[in-house]
T-cell receptor, first 117, second 112 residues
Framework: GAVVSQHPSRVICKSGTSVKIECRSL??????MFWYRQFPKKSLMLMAT?????????EQGVEKDKFLINHASLTLSTLTVTSAHPEDSSFYIC?????????????FGQGTRLTVV | KQEVTQIPAALSVPEGENLVLNCSFT??????LQWFRQDPGKGLTSLLL?????REQTSGRLNASLDKSSGRSTLYIAASQPGDSATYLC???????????FGRGTSLIVHP
């Protein structure tokens, strides 16, 4: 299957600082990538849809100025958590959409555990 | 709005049992349905993808079926092993959107 690499896998940061998470599709080009947040024992909550070369589309209730998304190339999307607070601590997962051919399929990164202290 | 429900929420079984995990969805106008596995603290690994025109997909000991008219999918795991312990998530992609809607998952423990 296709590979999506997410980095870092774990990060601890101080309150008030910013953290950048990278999501790369290693063996296919992804016009569309998704960013999810997962709370303990909960399902994935879609935060935003990232489209290469255009602004991201944020889900209702997600602060776009706090969670900055940049999809500058067909293989890379980044999520920056700005002015992080302890309540931003969570598991963040990216997904890249592989289109073309017969099937459209989403592939996921390994996730980033963010802890804000 | 699509809603996806997974039953049971948790399951604990002895090794060797055959298992059925259930996923139901409210809007039958789907593009495809995908089953994922998630290990603790990890991302999602795709197990099986079923297009709306298909009725089932198989991979090794896994078999997933899809009944669009009733809004249901099942994941069948044959001869379960301790290594199958994980959370299994069902995701449904709607007919007009590539954005998947996830269920809350079934947490599976297979004990030796």
């Amino acid at each position: 299957g296709a590979v999506v690499s997410q980095h870092p896998s774990r990060v601890i940061c101080k309150s008030g600082t910013s953290v950048k998470i990278e999501c790369r599709s290693l063996d296919f080009q992804a016009t569309t990538m998704f960013w999810y947040r997962q709370f303990p024992k909960k399902s994935l909550m879609l935060m935003a849809t990232s489209n290469e070369g255009s602004k991201a589309t944020y889900e209702q209730g997600v602060e776009k100025d706090k969670f900055l998304i940049n999809h500058a190339s067909l293989t890379l999307s980044t999520l920056t958590v700005t002015s992080a607070h302890p309540e931003d601590s969570s598991f963040y997962i990216c997904s890249a959409l592989r289109t073309g051919g017969r099937d459209t399929e989403a592939f996921f990164g390994q996730g980033t555990r963010l802890t804000v202290v | 709005k699509q809603e996806v429900t997974q039953i049971p929420a948790a399951l604990s079984v002895p090794e060797g049992e055959n298992l059925v995990l259930n996923c139901s969805f409210t809007d039958s106008a789907i593009y495809n349905l995908q089953w994922f596995r998630q290990d603790p603290g990890k991302g999602l690994t795709s197990l099986l993808l079923i297009q709306s025109s298909q009725r089932e997909q198989t991979s090794g000991r896994l078999n997933a079926s899809l009944d669009k008219s009733s809004g249901r999918s099942t994941l069948y795991i044959a001869a379960s092993q301790p290594g199958d312990s994980a959370t299994y998530l069902c995701a449904v992609r709607g007919g007009g959107s590539y954005i998947p809607t996830f269920g809350r998952g079934t947490s599976l423990i297979v004990h030796p």
